[in-house]
């Protein structure tokens, strides 16, 4: 069975490479806090998203998603 991630077609090879995918989209993390847990949202072209919250930088919520293309035409 495919994982969530891959499923959006951002698969990564184990916690390396998760780690190494989590580095790499930090930058572009709209971020706000909740309760004390920082709550962030990244999207690429593609519409491939992810709904991250995380506390002392270990990440406590992850939620891989997609946004269907027809929303990006409005």
Do not use: N
């Not at 930090?26 to 990244?42: I, K």
Request: some cysteine.
């Amino acid at each position: 069975m495919a994982s969530p991630l891959a499923c959006i077609g951002l698969a990564t090879d184990g916690d390396a490479g998760f780690r190494q995918l989590m580095s790499r989209i930090a930058p572009d993390v709209c971020e706000s806090v909740v309760d004390g847990v920082h709550v962030g949202r990244w999207q690429d072209d593609s519409g491939a998203a992810l709904v991250l919250g995380w506390r002392g930088g270990e990440i406590t919520d992850f939620i891989p998603c997609a946004v269907p293309k027809f929303v990006h035409s409005r």
